[in-house]
C-alpha cells in the first residue's frame, strides 16, 4: 500500500502543480486585485504591474502637464482681458470727453448764432438810424441858409459820424 500512497501523493502534487500553473496562466493580469493572490504574484513576477503602473503614472504626468497648461493658458486670457477692461475704460473715458466738448462746442455755436442774430438786428437798425440822419441832414441843408441852420447840419453831420464810426467797430467786433 505505500506504493499506492506514493503514486497517489505523487498524482495529488502533481494535479495541485498543475492547477497552480493553469491558476497562473489564467490570471494574466497587471493588477493584483483582479487576479487574485496568485495572479498578483503573476503580475509582479513578471513585470506586467510594473508597466501598467509606468503607464498610469505617464498618463498622470501628461494629465498634470495639460492642466498646467490651461492654468497658464488661463491666466493669459484673464491679464488680456484686465488689460482689455482697462482700454475699453479710457476709451470710454475719452469718448465722454468728446461728448462733453461737443455739446460745449454745440452751445457756443447757439450763443454764437443767437449773438449774430442780435448783431443782424442791431446793425440794421444802426443802419436804419443812419438813413434818418442822411434824410434830416439833407432837409436841414435845404430848409436853413443861415448860421444856426448851418449849426444844425454839422451837429448832424457829426451824429451821422459817429453812428457810422459805431458800425464799423460793431462790424469788427462781429
Known sequence: MTQKRLISSRLATALIISGVVTSLAGCNTTNPNQGGFLGGVAGL???????????KRVALQNERDKKLALERKASRVTQESAALSKELA?????FQAIERDLAKL????????????????????????????????????????????????KDLERRKME???Q????????
Open 45 to 55: 513576477a513578471s513585470g506586467n504591474y510594473a508597466q501598467g503602473t509606468e503607464k
Open 90 to 94: 479710457e476709451t470710454e473715458a475719452r
Open 106 to 153: 454745440n452751445s457756443n455755436l447757439a450763443s454764437a448764432n443767437a449773438g449774430t442774430e442780435s448783431a443782424r438786428r442791431r446793425l440794421a437798425e444802426l443802419e436804419k438810424q443812419s438813413a434818418v440822419l442822411s434824410d434830416d441832414i439833407d432837409r436841414e441843408r435845404l430848409t436853413f441858409s443861415n448860421d444856426a441852420g448851418s449849426q444844425k447840419v
Open 163 to 165: 453812428l457810422e464810426e
Open 167 to 174: 458800425i464799423e467797430l460793431f462790424l469788427l467786433q462781429s
